[in-house]
């Protein structure tokens, strides 16, 4: 089993920035791919932004230009970077794994984006 630890999230005002960070418990074989969502009150969740085992990109187009995914040489860990924040950015985020074998979700972590 992977567990999945995201942090980073918290209150920002608009215009901000926030680094959010997933971290999988153990190194994994046969990574898809590593992405961010985000569910905001009585919304679906969608996908923000991800990234394949090749390292292909993908952006939900609300946040291209302002956010950007990342990951360390390992592929233990994701990130985030979440800049030029806007209230609709609100929500709380989600980090996912997919394996060819397994789907992994995190915890979650609130963004909060006010004056």
């Known amino acids: 089993q992977v567990q999945l630890v995201e942090s980073g999230g918290g209150l920002v005002q608009p215009g901000g920035s926030l680094r959010l960070s997933c971290a999988a418990s153990r190194s994994i074989s046969s990574i898809v791919f590593m992405g961010w969502y985000r569910q905001a009150p009585e919304k679906q969740r969608e996908l923000v932004a991800s990234?394949?085992?090749?390292?292909?990109?993908n952006y939900a187009d609300s946040v291209k230009d302002r956010f950007t995914i990342s990951r360390d040489n390992a592929k233990t860990t994701v990130y985030l970077q979440m800049n030029n924040l806007k209230p609709e950015d609100t929500a709380v985020y989600y980090c996912?794994?997919?394996?060819?074998?397994?789907?992994?979700w995190g915890q979650g972590t609130q963004v909060t984006v006010d004056s």
């Open positions: 996912n794994l997919l394996t060819s074998r397994a789907n992994y």
């Open positions: 990234i394949t085992n090749r390292g292909r990109l």
